[in-house]
């Protein structure tokens, strides 16, 4: 190698390269390299919650929607029970979203009818394994696949009866990512719990087991949740009739095939003002994406909706936050979906001053002894009577392909009161975004550029004079809000070696 | 600190800034850089505050040029290429890496390291 210091021009430089600015570029702020090559400064959007999108499937509904997010193929299934034949049958669809607008594929109706007027979709789920969406009516199971925009019914799965020949409602469904089953509760006296796995064809019972065994009367209306703390399940179901409070158990999936179920006594869960209404769809339950909290949202007294977040361990609640009242007259229909882009939940119930209206908002805060934020309640759909229906676990889903939540509902107003149109929405919830990716990332600006002048960026290597009260020594990281602070969330710039100087490290 | 534009001759290369020297700084030492900016040669009290080494001999009190993490530090002698080296204790650079030694860069050639600067 030859001698580098006769290949270097004399002194120093600063890694200063020049750019388009894509908008005006403060001095010394951290810029992000765009895809046509222009320089923007990193900052966040904040986007408020919203309906902005939806239409309906060209068939009629009596309503039980259901939407479930289909992992591989990208794109939101919906069901509904169908008004053709008696209402016998249901239909599923493919809707294709992005961030604002939906279209879909074909409607298919079900191979296999229900009672009379009784095809109700009770709860879908969709299985990574199998790569199917799993529907139970009552206590039939079955399949449906999707291939792009078609679906196709596979014959049912097989059923399930309670302890004294009864076929029972699914009311609870969870998937288990360690042992790969679907863990099923079933409305009971008793309560039931049971798993299932599922191959292109064919679907095995696991063992059943009963939390609620000593009741006699009432039913188990219970919500389960996958823990992702703790590897899981999170049961939430009533005390045996509408006057007790409710209970939980941690379900445990064990054997080596994931076909047997363990669980804690069943133990009373604290809900402040509880009213009483547990059954149906009058509690729901999610995990925060981001701080792990079991979100329970419920009615209180006078009806009014509540909400309260609960940290599990293995054997029990650790610490909670505190219980915020969200909304007058909320008794009933409580959906609460998880929202990861803003690491919050977004909730929907019915209004009992307008039952056939659906309400919305944002949960935000969750942590110990904290009070759970909420944004201002919204209409969700598109002005129109909107029901949310109530025995369904998930009228809505997070898709991720267009950051959204989808959900099925429908109109109480057109048509008669039996035949509505079966209408999808894209749901906004609000958040923030930052343009700040783990990859774009380029540099720090050195002066006050116009938008579509040039830039001069002190790039990765190279050194920013532009800042101000710097602490000699200590290192510095772009935030997500274009903030430069020595916050160690943020992604590492470098280090001051002057109040107004940062050494930049070189490029990660 | 003065404005280190008007300090850096036009071009690209090493990252050569001047600072005040606490103590006085011989040629080609390795130095910490303290909380009120200034350099002062590495000891077993500072060696996690390495900043760069000197470009010539500095007084105390006076201002000079070191060359900073992330540069290249030339006019060395006797470095073996892409050898990892370090520094050590009493501020010597050397390919000895026993602890409290705090690794600094590779060699590019016998008179020049490249300071890393990647974490």
Redo the contacts between chains.
Sequence with gaps: ?????EL????????QVEFVASGTLPNGKPVVLKSNGQVEVVGETSVSDGTTAYGNFATYSDGDNSTVYHEAEGCIVSCWKDQSNGFTYAKAGVVSANSNSISWGSTVQSTVSGNANNFAPTSMIYDPSSKKVMIFKNNVAFGLSVSGTTVTWDNNYGYDYDDTGTPKTAIGLDYDPTHEVIVITFANQHGRISVRTLDTSTMTFGTRVQPNGTVTSGNFVAKIVYDKNTGKHICIFDGGNYNTRPKYSIISITGSSGSNVTFTSPASLSLPNYSGYVAYAGLNIVQDPVSNFIMVMWAGSNDYGNVRGYLFSTTGITSTTNTTVFASYASQNFNVISFPPSGAIFGMWKLDADPQSTRGASFSGMAANSTIAYTTVFNVGNGQKERNHVQNNNIGAYASNANKIVIGLHNYESGNSQIRPANIYIVQPQYSHTNLTSTNLIGINSATTSSGATAKINTW?G?N?SQTSL???SDYYAQTNGTITTATGGQ?L??A?????I????Q? | ?S???EL??????????K?VASGTLPNARAVA?????QIELISSSNIT?F?GITDAAISSGAAGKA??????K??LSSLT?NAVYYVQANGTVSTVSTSPAVRIGKA?????INL????
């Design positions: 190698m030859s001698n580098l210091s270097l021009p004399s002194g120093g430089g600063q890694n290597g050194i004079e602490t000699i020594g590492k470098g280090q070696i002057s109040a107004t100087t050494n930049m490290r070189n990660p | 600190m404005n280190l534009s850096l001759p036009a071009g690209a290369g090493g990252k050569n800034v600072f850089l303290k909380t009120n900016g505050n900043i060359t900073i993490k992330g540069g290249i030339t006019g290429p590019l050639s016998e008179t020049s890393e600067y990647n974490l």
